[in-house]
């Protein structure tokens, strides 16, 4: 959305915190031992100079180092650039924003979050300042039904920019979504609704809030609308959707904050089921399990300063906001002294779950998590449990809620480091050797509460140069209550009376890449048999074939994992020793299709389910995928539009947008918390290293190797 890029860019208010001081609490597994010496992995810090600015310094390892950003600019500001506004922040924004009338009294802050330079005011010379620090104010005008945007210079605590967004539907808000809770609970013909099932106290009916997409209402009607699902807690502890209140609806006018209309389709009898899964409330639990610790007796092997975060060879930023949750910013990779650039950004930016159960309702349920609500402010405060093992280091995040007011979710990001199995190895059995390096990654996560589901986002950092991104799905299956068959066509039945419709998880990630500099272009690689002839006389010959993506249009493209399928990124002014581009390529995992009709409402509004890939040309107002303002959408916007511009895209400024689908056919052992499951793609770098770059990681002290 910050359609002109800012000029000049003056930091600090807000900027990463002084070394050793991380901003999130620290949770220990055992307590690092001083008096052990092993040869660190190499940390480097972040030091606030005098003049507010930040500097990369060495650790104590031989890996430290100033980062130094493409173009040359001082990628240590550029990171404070980036930075999530703090509270301060928010709060000056909003009170400019105030001040200068933009936000009615009856205004409903959606969310402030920082303006993002883009990528052309972040390639700013060294010896100029950095970027201005701009914070996007974003509300919604309930009576005039119209979603605001403000946006402001913090530091001068001026009004750059603002408009009305007409014909468009703002995002539900945190205390709209509380407030509607309520309001349903409190309606007559609700309540008389619950009465004909049989449930006497709407305390203890959980309410759900649902985007109404394109149904029930005509695109001139301005309302925001929402429709909501109900379930019971028989007993206060019991899990609600073990008693879904299947056939009771409502419409909720959120502008007006009022119940339009109280469908009940009838009462259906309500599953027996408490749906019990917590360990107070299971009875006997599994006595035969030994502890096992993850030591890091000398502490992590990462630096982290603020938001700025160095590990091994690679260093990036991290950054947050309302909608999207944790942003990857600058990840670079620093080969033989030189600090080489792989993506300047990478999110997740919408995720959909299309339902197949095409009932009256049921059909409805298409929820545009990221877009409809974002995911920010569904992110968990990791406090408590054990959603990360070993020495963790913390981010907290800041947020701004329905009044503008800052509020912070701690602990939000979490970073540790895990051993994952073998990384190299081989046994040379003439000598009788043995060479084996274990894998260790840098593991930054984020975990968000959908409703019934959870999503456990990990971005990965490899030693032999691989960014991994995994999701990871559980929580409670959506359920509806059941009388009819033991197969119905459209869902499993996971517990008596209980059903699971079938649906799709899908997430779309944005990639920018920047390898090795800022223009690249995009290759499809797949592999075919060669004929057998005169050039194959065995018939065994196989060969990669590539294909540019040289435009938008012929940049959408789907999986084929049985041609191995994938994707390169590379910079064509780059060669690596070989002669050859340098490149990272895209590997999918599984994939699905959308399997809803291309003209239904989910595959019109979510137009980007089409392609798994999609290369577009960098535009920094181009952000969503299904369009700014995806809630009661018609469809149409976002990357379907912006391809038909067919822009070129061979030795470009691109983004990769990758869709990743996670089916889900519902059993009982989903039932009542789903085991996690995995959905994600990993970057390889493929050519743009010389040779293997993890040769150089040390075995292990235990596991030497032997002659
Ligand atoms: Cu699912």
Redesign the pocket.
């Known amino acids: 959305m910050p359609a002109a890029a800012p000029a000049t860019c003056g930091v600090s208010s807000g900027g990463p915190r002084r070394s050793g001081s991380p901003p999130g609490a620290t949770h220990r597994a055992v307590a690092p031992d001083p008096t052990r010496s092993r040869p660190r992995i190499g940390p480097a810090t972040l030091r606030l100079t005098a003049r507010g600015r930040f500097r990369l310094r060495s650790g104590s390892g031989s890996q430290g180092g100033k980062i130094v950003a493409e173009g040359g600019a001082r990628a240590d500001e550029l990171v404070a650039c980036l930075a999530p506004l703090t509270g301060p922040e928010i709060e000056a924004a909003v009170a400019a924003a105030r001040a200068a009338g933009l936000l009615p009294p009856t205004s409903r802050v959606i969310s402030v979050s920082l303006a993002e330079p883009s990528r052309a005011a972040l390639r700013v010379a060294a010896d100029r300042p950095a970027p201005p620090r701009w914070a996007e104010v974003l509300a919604v005008d309930p009576v005039r039904h119209l979603p605001l945007e403000v946006v402001v210079d913090v530091a001068g605590a001026q009004v750059v920019r603002h408009r009305e967004i007409p014909q468009a539907h703002a995002p539900v808000t945190l205390s709209e979504y509380r407030d509607c809770q309520r309001l349903v609970r409190a309606d007559p013909g609700f309540r008389a609704g619950l009465l004909r099932r049989g449930v006497a106290d709407p305390a203890q009916v959980l309410v759900e809030p649902w985007g109404i997409g394109d149904f029930e209402q005509s695109a001139e009607d301005p309302r925001r609308l929402v429709w909501t699902l109900s379930f019971w807690r028989a007993e206060p502890l019991d899990n609600p959707y073990a008693k879904p209140l299947t056939g009771l609806y409502c419409l909720v006018d959120l502008d007006a904050m009022a119940v339009l209309r109280v469908d009940d389709l009838g009462a259906r009898a309500l599953p027996p089921g408490r749906g019990t899964y917590a360990a107070d409330q299971l009875g006997a639990l599994r006595t035969d399990l030994r502890p096992l610790e993850i030591r890091q007796p000398e502490g992590v092997s990462f630096g982290l300063d603020g938001w700025a975060i160095t590990w091994q060879r690679w260093s990036f930023a991290v950054g947050f906001n309302a909608r999207e949750g944790m942003v990857l910013h600058q990840v670079n990779y620093r080969d033989q002294g030189r600090v080489r650039p792989i993506l300047q950004r990478a999110a997740v930016s919408e995720i959909v779950?299309p339902y197949a159960d095409p009932g009256r309702y049921e059909g409805w349920r298409n929820a545009f998590d990221i877009g409809e609500y974002g995911i920010g402010i569904m992110t968990n405060s990791l406090r408590l449990g054990c959603d990360c093992l070993g020495e963790i280091r913390y981010l907290d995040a800041t947020l701004a809620d329905s009044d503008g007011r800052p509020y912070r979710i701690p602990n939000a990001i979490c970073l540790h480091e895990e051993d994952q199995g073998l990384l190299w190895k081989h046994v040379d059995g003439e000598l009788g050797t043995t060479e084996v390096r274990r894998r260790r990654r840098l593991v930054v996560s984020f975990v968000i509460t959908a409703g019934n589901?959870e999503y456990a986002f990990y971005w990965s950092f490899h030693q032999d140069g691989t960014i991994e991104c995994e999701v990871r799905?559980t929580g409670v299956?959506l359920t509806s209550a059941w009388s009819g068959a033991d197969d119905p066509p459209h869902g499993t039945v996971v517990a008596p009376g209980t059903l699971a419709a079938h649906?799709q998880?899908f997430f779309c990630f944005r990639l920018d890449p920047t390898v090795d500099g800022p223009r690249n272009r995009v290759e499809e690689v797949e592999t075919v048999a060669v004929p057998p002839g005169p050039t194959n006389p065995y018939g065994n010959a196989f060969a990669p074939r590539r294909r540019l993506l040289a435009t938008e249009l012929a940049a959408r493209r789907l999986c084929d994992p049985l041609h191995g399928r994938h994707w390169v990124v590379s910079n064509p002014h780059r060669r690596n020793a070989l002669g050859r581009p340098v490149g990272y390529r895209l590997v999918p995992q599984d994939n699905v299709v959308a399997f809803a009709d291309p003209q239904s409402s989910v595959r019109r509004r979510a137009g980007f389910l089409d392609h798994h890939l999609w290369v577009t040309a960098y535009d920094p107002d181009q952000r969503h995928p299904a369009g700014e303002f995806p809630a009661q959408s018609i469809g149409g916007d976002g990357l379907p539009r912006w391809a038909r511009a067919d822009r070129d895209l061979d030795d470009a400024e691109l983004v990769m947008w990758y869709v990743v689908g996670?089916h889900?056919i519902?059993r009982p052992e989903d039932w009542p918390v789903?085991p996690a499951t995995r959905a994600g793609f990993r970057l390889e770098p493929v050519g743009f290293f010389d040779a293997n770059p993890a040769l150089d990681v040390a075995p292990s002290p235990d596991c030497e190797s032997r002659r």
């Open positions: 779950i589901y799905l299956v649906h998880h996670s889900h519902p789903m």
